[in-house]
């Protein structure tokens, strides 16, 4: 009687054996996902610019889809929006800039003497503290004010060359509006297309992902830019009670760069204060107070209301993700930190937690806890 052939029993823990074709399909996929992260790398500028689109798609559906309710064509929808909100902002340009040039011009030009002294001020402090710098060079502050002058001329373009430049600015600018308004005339299309990138069986989901982050960008800019026009109406208000100089010019500051949140607000405080302080400590004092009592009243009264429904984003990981992106890409890369992060919290939920965790409450044989979407603010 012949013996019986020994099983070869599995890999243990069900995992798949080391052959040479699953090394070699493990090759491909770590290259494919090398070559993948150089090219997003390379065409980086035309990846930000692509992102400028969605958010210009996203706050034109935020009132497209309102005008479809009335049986009105995405198509005219769209155009009407667009002319709608050109003509708006060319109204209050025109409204304002008088107005706007004298002030900037003003800001020009009490901003270094206000950073001078500034710098005096410090320097006399630190001097009395340790003494080290009572034999400094003259020339220490105006180096340290020339180097801080060039670190901003250079914000804006970051590691984007493309967009340091007024053609490329331009260029840049009409690719974004003309993006933006075909992605929001036929969002569905684009939807379709990126779910047949993947296969048959994940579409749907694909889908649905898709889907809830732009209903998520469309809150989260509904929130920003009501955001934006109550800081800016607020701070312009405030100053001029106060009776700061250009404070209109300080006051659209403040409203632009709510766009970044966090970092955003304190950066607009700084030139408010050194320009009040030309005035006097106590009025810069009073500035103080007033740039910290309006962000009080965005973020624990505008913030909760306006931003019901928009992904909760937390306070730490939002601040390491804008310096990252900072770090990386510049001031652009800072001002789409925060819905480029809100889009991957979305993503990970869809494609990633929530099915764990219905697998998980499918084996447990149970109802499967935690499969609600991620808390929404408000």
């Known amino acids: ?42 065409g980086r500028e035309l990846v930000f610019v692509g992102f400028f689109a969605v958010l210009v798609a996203a706050f034109l559906s935020i009132f497209v889809d309102r005008l479809e309710r009335f049986n009105a064509p995405r198509t005219v929808a769209v155009m009407t929006i667009v002319v709608a909100t050109l003509g708006l ?31 005096v001020w410090i320097q006399s402090r630190y001097d009395m503290a340790t003494g080290e710098l009572i034999n400094a060079e003259p020339q220490f502050w105006e180096q340290l004010r020339a180097r801080a002058g060039e670190e901003l001329a250079g914000l804006v373009g970051g590691a984007l060359p493309l967009l340091n430049t007024v053609v490329g600015a331009v260029a840049s600018l009409l690719v974004v509006i003309i993006a933006g308004v075909y992605l ?63 404070a209109l010019g300080l006051g659209l ?15 607009s405080a700084v030139p408010a204060i050194a320009v009040a302080l030309i005035v006097s400590p106590t009025q810069a004092l009073y500035v103080l107070i007033l740039y910290v009592a309006v962000q009080q009243i965005e973020s624990n009264v505008l913030t909760p209301l306006v931003m019901k429904g928009a992904v909760r984003l937390p306070p730490a990981l939002t601040m390491l993700f804008q310096a990252v992106m900072f770090v990386l890409f510049g001031f652009l890369g800072l001002l789409l930190a925060v819905p480029l992060l809100a889009v991957v919290i979305v993503a990970v939920e869809s494609l990633y937690v929530t099915p764990l965790e219905a697998d998980r409450g499918t084996q447990a044989g149970g109802a499967t806890p935690g499969t609600e979407p991620l808390r929404r603010a408000g």
């Open 89 to 119: 902002l060319l109204g209050a340009w025109m409204l304002t800039w008088p107005t706007l040039q004298q002030q900037a011009a003003v800001i020009r030009e009490q901003l270094p003497q206000a950073l001078t002294e500034i710098a």
């Open 253 to 267: 500051i403040a409203a632009l760069l709510e766009f970044v949140p966090i970092i955003g607000p304190i950066l």
């Open 1 to 42: 009687m012949n013996a019986p052939k020994p099983q070869h029993s599995p890999p243990a823990g069900g995992g798949e054996r080391l052959t040479i074709g699953f090394v070699a399909r493990a090759t491909i996929t770590v290259l494919g996902l090398w070559a993948l992260g150089n090219m997003l790398w390379l």
């Open 184 to 246: 929001a005339v036929e969002p569905q299309l684009y939807i379709d297309g990126a779910s047949r990138l993947v296969p048959p069986e994940h579409r749907p989901r694909v889908a649905e992902t898709l889907r809830a982050i732009g209903a998520s960008l469309r809150r989260w800019m509904l929130g920003t830019v009501i955001n934006m026009i109550a800081v800016g109406v607020l701070t312009t208000l405030g100053l001029w009670l106060l009776g700061v100089p250009t």
